[in-house]
C-alpha cells in the first residue's frame, strides 16, 4: 500500500486529527506512509509528522497556498497521488478537508468513502467502517479500484507518537489550475478560544438548556477548567444565543470524541447525539431521569447540576491541591 | 441571472437500510431534505423581485418530482429531475458525475447545495460538482451576497469566520445557519403545478449507464453489521453526594 495523509494546519500547528489519521495509516504497517503539507512556511512543520509515522513528507510551500482553500490542495494532491502513484489518501474531518476530498474524488474519478469511524486491512483488503443511520447500523465499505480516498470522523483515532525518524521532506511545485485560484480570503475573525478547542480536546464539559441561563455557562467553563477540558454547547444554547457556534457539537456542528464527555443539562436529542457518542466515556447530569441521554451514559446522575457541579469542581480542585 | 439549486428527495421519518441490495430503503414517503431548503430560501432570497431565475436540479427516484414541487411552491421558478434506472447505486464519483452534466446544459451563475442530506449525512457533494465544473467553490456559508459579478460570502470554521469573496460563475453550500426557509403559501402550492419542469434520463444527459449507478461507482457497500454496545452503563439519583460518586467514578476510570 502506497499511503498518502493529509496534514492540516492552522497557524503553525498541525492539527491532531490528522496526526490521527497519519498514525492509523502508519499503524496498519503496510508499506511507508507519506504526509502532505500545504501551505506558506509550513516546511518547519515536516519534522514533526515523523513522530506520527511518517516516513517522507511532500511539502509544497508558497505563500499564495496559505489561505485555507479546498481546490489549489486539489491541484497538489492530484500531481503527488498521479506523479508518485500513491493507491490512498487518508484525510481527517474537517470544513477544509472535506471539500479538498471530495473535489480530489472528482478529479482522479477516485472513490471516496467518507464519515468513517475506523479502517483496517483485512487479508489485503482496506475495509472502512461508517456508522450509518444516526449510528445505529455500522457498514463495511470498500473501493472497487484505485486511487482509494478515505474521510474520516474527527476524532477517530489518537494522535499517538509512534515513529522516531526523521522524515525524509521533499518539495514539490504545482501548476494551480484556474479555477483553484478564483476564490480569495479577503478576512478572517478567529474565534478567540481560553481553553484547548473542542475537536482536539481530550475532556469536554458541554452545557445544554438544563444549565437555565446563559451567564450558568460559568459552571461548565469552571468544571472544565477543573478538568483541563474544553467547553461545549448543544445546538439549542447556540441558536438562542447563549454560547458561540464555534463550541457547537451535533449534527449541524462538530462531531467530537474525546476521552470524557460531561453533558450539563443536556436532554441528548438526537441532533446532539451524533456529535458526542463515539466518546469514550459519557457522564450526564440532568434532573428529568427520563432524559434520552441516560441511555448512552456511562455514569447517568439524575438531580440538580446547580447543586452538583459547583462541589464537582470544588472537590477536583482539591484533589488537584 | 439565473441560480440553481441542487435539493435531494429523502426518506420521511426513520431511515432504513434494504438488507438485500445494501441501500438506503427509498420506498417509502419521502420530502425536501430540509437542509436544501435553507439553499432554495437563499436562492429566493438573492432573487429578490428581480428577473432572476431559479431552476431547482434534482437527481432521483421518480417520487423526487415531489421535492422539487414543493420547492416550485416555494417559489422557484423552474424544476429539473434526473431520473433513470441505472441512477440507483450511485455513489460520490457517479453522482457528482450525472449533477455536472444537467449542470452544465444550464450554464447557471450561481449553483447552491445545502450543507448536508439528512438521510445519509453526506456533506460533501458540491466540492466534487464544482470540480467538474471547473468553477471555485465555498461551503458553509452563513451568509451570502452579490455585487458586480462576484459572490462575497462568510464561511463557518473550526477557527471563526472567513471572509471569501470569488467571481461568479461559482459553486456555493449554504449552512443552515444563513436563514429559515419559508413555508409554501396556498397560492405557491396552487402555482407549483403550472410551473415547467424537465424530466431527464442519463441518454438525455449524453451519459451511458455504465457511467451511473453501481457500474459507475468507485466504492461500495460490503457488509452491514452492529455497532458495538457500551459497557456496563450506570445511573445514580442524587442524594447529595453525587460530585463525590463522580469523582471516584472518574477516578476508578483513570480520568483524574
Not at chain 1, 262 to 284: D, E, F, P, R, W
Not at chain 2, 12 to 24: M, N, Q, V
Amino acid at each position: 500500500m502506497a499511503t498518502l495523509v493529509f496534514l492540516e494546519h492552522h497557524g503553525d500547528e498541525l492539527q491532531k486529527g490528522s496526526l490521527g489519521v497519519l498514525a492509523k495509516a502508519a499503524g496498519l504497517g503496510d508499506g511507508d506512509v507519506t504526509a502532505v503539507l500545504v501551505g506558506g512556511g509550513v516546511r518547519a512543520l515536516a519534522a514533526q509528522a515523523g513522530k506520527y509515522g511518517a516516513a517522507k513528507v511532500i511539502v509544497a510551500e508558497d505563500a499564495s497556498l496559505e489561505p485555507p482553500l479546498p481546490q489549489a490542495r486539489v491541484d497538489v494532491l492530484a500531481k503527488v497521488v498521479q506523479d508518485d502513484g500513491y493507491d490512498t489518501v487518508l484525510f481527517a474531518n474537517s470544513v477544509l478537508a472535506a471539500d479538498i476530498a471530495s473535489g480530489l474524488a472528482a478529479r482522479l474519478d477516485a472513490g471516496l468513502n467518507w464519515d468513517l469511524a475506523d479502517v483496517s486491512l483485512d487479508g489485503g483488503t482496506l475495509v472502512g467502517k461508517r456508522p450509518a443511520l444516526q449510528d445505529s447500523v455500522l457498514v463495511d465499505v470498500g473501493w472497487k479500484a484505485t486511487p482509494r480516498l478515505a474521510l474520516f470522523r474527527s476524532g477517530s483515532f489518537d494522535a499517538v507518537e509512534t515513529g522516531s525518524g526523521e522524515p525524509q521532506v521533499e518539495d514539490v511545485t504545482v501548476e494551480l489550475e484556474a479555477h483553484s485560484q478564483a476564490a480569495k480570503v479577503v478576512d478572517q475573525q478567529l474565534e478567540e478560544s481560553s481553553g484547548p478547542s473542542i475537536e482536539d480536546a481530550d475532556v469536554i464539559v458541554a452545557g445544554g438548556r438544563g444549565l437555565g441561563a446563559p451567564d450558568k455557562f460559568t459552571l461548565a467553563e469552571e468544571l472544565a477548567r477543573a478538568l483541563g477540558g474544553a467547553v461545549g454547547a448543544t445546538r439549542a444554547v447556540v441558536d438562542a444565543g447563549w454560547y458561540p457556534y464555534a463550541a457547537q457539537i451535533g449534527q449541524t456542528g462538530k462531531t467530537v470524541s474525546p476521552k470524557l464527555y460531561v453533558a450539563l443539562g443536556i436532554s441528548g436529542a438526537i441532533q446532539h447525539k451524533v456529535g458526542m457518542q463515539s466518546s469514550n466515556v459519557i457522564v450526564a447530569i440532568n434532573k428529568d431521569g427520563n432524559a434520552p441521554i441516560f441511555e448512552f451514559s456511562d455514569l447517568g446522575v439524575v438531580g440538580d447540576l446547580h447543586e452538583i457541579v459547583p462541589k464537582l469542581t470544588q472537590l477536583l480542585e482539591a484533589r488537584k491541591g | 441571472m439565473k441560480i440553481a439549486v441542487c435539493v435531494k428527495h429523502v426518506p420521511e421519518g426513520h431511515s432504513k437500510i434494504d438488507p438485500g441490495s445494501k441501500r438506503l430503503d427509498r420506498s417509502g414517503e419521502g420530502s425536501l431534505n430540509h437542509f436544501d431548503a435553507n439553499a432554495v430560501e437563499e436562492a429566493l432570497r438573492l432573487k429578490g423581485d428581480s428577473d432572476t431565475e431559479v431552476v431547482v436540479v434534482s437527481m432521483g427516484p421518480e417520487k423526487a418530482a415531489d421535492s422539487l414541487r414543493k420547492a416550485l411552491a416555494m417559489g422557484a421558478d423552474r424544476a429539473v429531475l434526473v431520473t433513470d434506472a441505472a441512477l440507483a447505486g450511485s455513489d460520490l464519483v457517479a453522482t457528482s458525475r450525472v449533477l455536472a452534466k444537467a449542470l452544465e446544459r444550464e450554464e447557471a451563475d450561481l449553483v447552491l447545495f445545502g450543507q448536508q442530506a439528512s438521510d445519509a449525512d453526506g456533506a460533501v457533494l458540491w466540492a466534487a460538482v464544482a470540480e467538474r465544473l471547473r468553477r471555485p467553490v465555498v461551503s458553509q456559508a452563513s451568509e451570502l451576497s452579490i455585487s458586480d459579478g462576484t459572490v462575497h460570502v462568510k464561511r463557518q470554521t473550526e477557527f471563526g469566520y472567513d471572509v471569501i469573496e470569488t467571481k461568479l460563475p461559482a459553486v456555493v453550500a449554504v449552512s443552515d445557519a444563513i436563514n429559515e426557509p419559508r413555508y409554501p403559501s396556498l397560492k405557491g402550492i396552487m402555482g407549483a403545478k403550472k410551473k415547467p419542469s424537465d424530466i431527464l434520463s442519463l441518454a438525455d444527459l449524453g451519459l451511458d449507464a455504465s457511467e451511473a449507478g453501481e457500474a459507475g461507482s468507485k466504492t461500495e457497500v460490503l457488509a452491514l453489521g452492529s455497532p458495538p454496545a457500551r459497557g456496563d452503563a450506570r445511573k445514580i439519583e442524587d442524594d447529595g453526594n453525587a460530585a463525590q460518586a463522580i469523582v471516584d467514578f472518574l477516578a476508578e476510570k483513570r480520568l483524574i
